[in-house]
């Protein structure tokens, strides 16, 4: 229950929901909760992230205005904070560059299947080519035997 919602249950999201949620990869979020920089809990023995938790590190965004008692408000003029930012985004690029290095491994992969599958369906052409005139060859020989 969290007291701030009216005591109604806090929504809480697996790793893969709140992945698909923020557009971030679950490995990405892992790392976030093992550096403690994203709460997580445990609930039958799964992690599970609460909701608020990812509006609270800026991974989604609410319509709700921030509190003004929230210690995690951004301040501008707060060099800590602009070195926790820049530090964000050091770890966000660094997440994007894996991801980018995995879909090319990805796509260099699918390029090869589809190399390799376009050959495989020109040898099948190819084989039934051979074996349509084959047939045709059989149906002519008796067709001028006959004349």
């Known amino acids: 229950m969290d007291p701030d919602n009216g005591d109604r249950p806090e929504v809480m999201l697996a790793v893969a929901e709140a992945a698909a949620a923020t557009g971030l990869t679950p490995k990405a979020l892992r790392r976030r909760m093992e550096r ?36 995690h408000r951004r301040r ?21 560059l894996d991801r980018v290095e995995r879909q090319s491994a990805e796509l260099a992969r699918l ?12 040898a099948e052409v190819a084989r039934l080519r051979r074996e349509l005139e084959a047939v045709r060859g ?8 006959r004349s």
């Open 76 to 96: 501008p003029d707060d060099p800590l904070q602009n070195l926790g930012d820049a530090l964000e985004a050091r770890t966000i690029v660094h997440e994007l």
């Open 36 to 71: 403690g920089s994203l709460r997580s809990v445990l609930v039958d023995g799964r992690r599970r992230i609460p909701l608020a938790e990812l509006v609270r590190a800026g991974l989604l965004v609410t319509d709700a205005p921030t509190k003004p008692s929230d210690p």
């Open 138 to 145: 059989g149906r002519d020989e008796p067709a001028s035997r």
């Open 111 to 122: 390029r090869l299947l589809a190399a390799h599958a376009e050959r495989a369906k020109e």
